[in-house]
């Protein structure tokens, strides 16, 4: 299945022409709209560093698929 994401509208700009690997290593505060204290936050609350992590993160993953299936109701 192939497809396509622009990354210029999730990623900060500095990030823009970087990898996707790159990307996952990533401080979070790279996603756009994630301040450097929002990171530092997010870091220190739930021990995640990287946008990898986060996308990772279980309890991440587990909210994003009942907020799926409830959307899909």
């Known amino acids: 299945m192939a497809g396509t994401l622009d990354l210029t509208a999730i990623v900060d ?3 823009h022409d970087k990898s996707l690997a790159e990307i996952a290593d990533a401080p979070v ?3 756009a709209g994630v301040s450097e204290s929002g990171g530092q936050l997010i870091r220190q609350a739930l021990g ?7 996308g990772r993160n279980k309890y991440f993953k587990a909210a994003a698929a009942i ?4 959307d899909a109701r």
Do not use: R, S, Y
């Not at 995640?48 to 986060?54: A, P, S």
């Open 48 to 54: 995640i560093k990287t946008i990898g992590e986060l």
């Open 29 to 31: 505060e790279a996603l």
């Open 67 to 70: 907020a799926t299936l409830a």
């Open 13 to 15: 700009q500095a990030w």
